[in-house]
């Protein structure tokens, strides 16, 4: 009986840590925000992001949308005061939106850190914000508990490589 106790016993600890592989999952889609509007004109244009989200079983622990914000975009009306100094200073302005259940902050850190890594440096982007919070897909995709944050390649810089992010018990994940 005790052979058995103990086979049964190694089992569930050979299941379980199994199982427990495959509950930490970094899920990537792309993700638009179509249409906009700024000082009554409107647009039909698309502010795509790389959607990146890791979950712990079935609850997501981060989750970071990256993506440009070309020099073309009409997106860039939101910037308002912002954007000569975007436009004098940086070759690709990019946007950043980040979400972490880590009551210390230590996972939007570990983002900050990856993206400033490459030689991109933070924006403080006011109007931009309001307006993104105001977008229907910002509420749609329920976003309130995200931080956005820009962030400014240099001119003169190189162009960004990848940028990767990785947290404890996840795979490293490519967010751009």
Known sequence: ?????????????????????????????????????????????????????????????????????????????????????????????YLAISYSNDLKGNSLGVVKSAIEQQGLTQMSLASFKAALRGHPAFINFNLENHKIMGYCLPRGKEAIKSIYVEFPGFTRAKIN
């Open 1 to 93: 009986m005790q052979k058995y106790l103990v086979y049964f016993s190694l089992m569930i600890i050979f299941i379980s840590c199994a199982s427990m592989s495959d509950s930490n999952k970094a899920i990537q889609t792309n993700i638009s925000f179509k249409s906009g509007l700024s000082a009554n004109k409107t647009w039909d244009d698309s502010l795509t992001f790389k959607r990146t989200s890791w979950f712990q079983r079935a609850k997501m622990t981060q989750d970071v949308f990256w993506g440009e914000v070309p020099s073309s975009s009409p997106f860039r009306q939101w910037l308002a005061s912002s954007k000569d100094l975007v436009e004098s200073r940086c070759a690709q302005f």
